[in-house]
């Protein structure tokens, strides 16, 4: 991806500033209120073995092709960091453990499904929407393609059908949505041999989560990812070692939506062309990094105050 120049910079921003007034009004409009009772996974990376059960469960539920259970043994895959695509919607990596080189820590990452979306709030066509239940997922027939979602996530977890030259496709965890309305658990939490996955009402698997933490302080670190990063997300993460070396990105408190919603309603309002439209978003990316130390520094603080 092309860096943005001061040019293109102050450009968008301007644009950005126009916006934002506009949006703060329909920002507020289109919260929608989220069940109480809405789902999440715990995801418990001390407990977690590696056995990546979890990514060959995800692609038999959604008809990715996938090689033999037996194969996902093969431990040299940790080698390489790996991230979600088209092909894997989860992917699980594997972390030094420096006070026990026996017991690496094993990462699963998928989409976050966070409380306030920010690629719901970028989808200029409303492909991806929010469930009460706390999924978000999204609608093939009306997505174009534009991939704003993927450049709006600060996860960077949608990822595009490249492979596919005729009608591609965004794709990402849907947190198994259609078993779910079977009453069926998500296809990973099922097959987790270990229950590193705990998928619960939200507000039941923060308290489990802090539980875990006020029960065994020499084990975790005393933060539950995703309690409070961009306003929450759905997938929480408990662990035993700071989440920034576990490759989980340091963010604000506040969610992105905000921004994002503004730019939607200004691709409306203003005729804004695409590729002003990705320049600015590459800019919420730029100013999102620029948080990150003093979101380290707020980490720090919530830490001192808990403990
Ligand atoms: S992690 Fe990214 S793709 Fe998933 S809900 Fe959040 S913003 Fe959307
Ligand atoms: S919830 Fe479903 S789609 Fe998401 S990672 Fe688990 S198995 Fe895959
Ligand atoms: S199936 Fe469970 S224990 Fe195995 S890698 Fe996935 S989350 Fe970890």
Redesign the pocket.
């Known amino acids: 991806m092309k860096n943005l120049n001061r040019r293109d910079f102050f450009k968008t921003a301007a644009f950005g500033a126009a916006v934002a007034t506009l949006g703060a009004k329909s920002a507020k409009a289109s919260d929608k209120m989220l069940s109480e009772d809405r789902v999440g996974v715990l995801v418990d990376t001390a407990v977690c073995v590696g056995c990546r059960h ?1 990514e060959w ?2 692609k038999v ?2 008809n990715i092709p996938t090689k033999e259970l037996e194969t996902y043994s093969d431990s040299t895959v940790f080698k390489d960091y790996r991230r979600p695509d088209q092909s894997a ?2 992917v699980v990596n594997q972390f030094e453990n420096e006070t026990n080189s026996l017991l690496p820590v094993n990462v699963k990452t ?2 976050m499904h966070c409380e306030r979306p920010a690629c719901v709030s970028a989808c200029i066509v409303g492909a991806l929407t929010k469930q009460e239940d706390g999924s978000v997922i999204w609608d093939d027939d009306k997505c174009i393609g534009c991939r704003y979602c993927m450049v709006a996530c600060q996860f960077q977890i949608p990822t595009y059908d490249y492979d596919r030259s005729i009608d591609p496709h965004i794709r990402k ?4 949505h259609e078993r779910r309305k079977e009453g069926q658990l ?4 099922n097959i987790c041999p270990n229950e590193a996955l705990l998928f619960g009402k939200r507000s039941e698997i923060l308290r489990v989560a802090k539980n875990r933490i006020k029960r065994k302080p020499d084990v975790y670190v005393n933060h539950i990812y995703g309690e409070q990063e961009i306003g929450g997300t759905s997938w929480i993460y408990i662990a035993s070692k700071e989440f920034d070396k576990l490759k989980m990105p340091t963010l604000m408190k506040n969610p992105a939506p905000g921004i994002s919603e503004s730019i939607q309603h200004g691709i409306f309002a203003y005729f804004i062309p695409p590729v002003t439209l990705y320049a600015l978003l590459r800019t919420i990316m730029w100013v999102s990094t620029r948080h990150k130390n003093s979101n380290s520094e707020n980490h720090k603080d919530e830490k001192g105050e808990e403990s």
């Open positions: 979890c469960a995800c539920a959604h919607l989860t998928q989409c965890c849907d947190f198994c998500p296809a990973c939490v």
